[in-house]
């Protein structure tokens, strides 16, 4: 068997003092050649567009210094970016779970702004399971109530999701919540790590479905009060980039 590669062409710049390496105008063509035939595994000789090949830079989470360079990409400045931190130490307080967390008053008004979250489970096989939800958060806790709606879905009976399996074998689960823009000062992600748990029918299930339906108005007509909801005491948060910025 023979191995052609052509059409590569590289540049590499690597930025002193923070550690960025640059990629940019490589374009690979490959063809496998046995015996007669011959398969072509990319074309080589396809005309280029020098636009596609231009890399698009994403935020940095790496912590950068303060008098590193701005980067500049395809007419985007992204200026030196605080690394992602976790939040611990003295906002640790006394609960049922040993990395319960105060959420910050920030944090909190983060995620009240935003209007879904990625939940992610841990599967029988060890996989993570991320799914969208909806969610409210206790006024008085750092406590997160997602619900088992009655949209449609494979199992009827709610304790027979997958979400909810993987909650009765491994209690650990993430949250994702971000804030996307155009403008990339304003990008930001919060991350909660907790434990979840499946709260029946009870004073506090009944407000976390009130505060549900007055966040949410199409759940005014979903079967939630006889439903359970998954509980997530909040343990360790981490965040990135500025979570109230500037108007």
């Not at 407000?207 to 509980?231: G, M, S």
Request: neutral net charge; hydrophobic residues 40%; charged residues 30%.
């Amino acid at each position: 068997m023979a191995v052609d590669v052509v059409g590569v062409g590289a540049t590499l710049a690597l930025g002193v003092g923070i550690g960025a390496l640059d990629v940019a105008g490589v374009g690979i063509g490959l063809a496998l050649a046995t015996g007669d035939g011959r398969i072509a595994a990319g074309d080589a000789d396809a005309p280029v567009d020098e636009a596609s090949q231009r890399i698009q830079a994403a935020p940095r989470t790496t912590t950068a210094t303060t008098n590193a360079p701005i980067r500049t990409h395809d007419r985007l400045v992204i200026r030196p970016s605080v690394g992602a931190r976790p939040r611990d130490g003295p906002r640790r307080r006394p609960g049922k779970h040993d990395d319960a967390m105060t959420l910050s008053d920030p944090e909190r008004r983060f995620l009240a702004s935003t209007r879904r979250a990625t939940l992610v489970t841990i599967a029988r096989d060890g996989h993570p399971r991320p799914i969208p939800i909806c969610f409210v958060l206790a006024p008085d806790a750092s406590v997160l109530y997602t619900p088992l709606d009655d949209k449609p879905k494979r199992a009827d009976d709610p304790r027979a999701l997958a979400r909810v399996r993987d909650i009765a074998a491994d209690p650990r689960v993430s949250i994702l919540a971000d804030r996307w823009d155009e403008d990339w000062t304003r990008l930001a992600w919060l991350r909660a790590e907790g434990h979840a748990t499946l709260l029946d029918p009870c004073p506090e299930h009944a407000t976390a479905v009130a505060a549900l339906r007055a966040r949410y108005p199409q759940y005014r007509t979903h079967r939630l009060d006889d439903r359970p909801v998954i509980r997530i005491e909040i343990g360790r948060v981490t965040t990135w980039g500025a979570l109230e910025p500037e108007p």
